[in-house]
């Protein structure tokens, strides 16, 4: 049987909305006390600018936004997944990588 390539739009948007949309949930509690002098929250901004803009950049034609935005989406994420070092196998730690390797192929592939 052929793939069905008429739902590819369908599932890159979907991917694309539950991605960004997990990651603003996920991190939008650092705001609910706004503390300047930790770096969590800095970090927590920097995920919720990226798929804020991330998600911008599936309505634009070019796809620069997309790539640059999940490029960073990417590295902070990365970033987040190995700064208990060493890493362990654990559920944040699997989630983490996961989320990168969503981050990645929006990376390669655009929009």
């Known amino acids: 049987m052929k ?3 008429f739902l590819d739009k369908i599932a890159i948007w979907m991917l694309r909305l539950s991605f960004a949309g997990y990651l603003i949930l996920a991190n939008i509690g650092y705001f609910r006390s706004i503390a300047i002098s930790d770096f969590q929250f ?5 995920v919720v600018v990226l798929a804020v803009l991330f998600i911008v950049g599936g ?7 997309t790539v640059i935005s999940s490029v960073g989406i990417f590295l902070v994420l990365l970033y987040k997944a190995l700064t208990p070092w060493a ?3 654990t559920d944040h730690f699997l989630v983490q990588i996961v989320l990168v390797s969503v981050a990645l192929v ?6």
């Open 106 to 111: 929006f990376a390669s592939r655009g929009n």
């Open 59 to 65: 309505f634009t034609s070019n796809q620069g936004l």
């Open 42 to 46: 800095y970090v927590a901004l920097a």
């Open 87 to 89: 890493p362990t196998l």
């Open 3 to 5: 793939p069905l390539k």
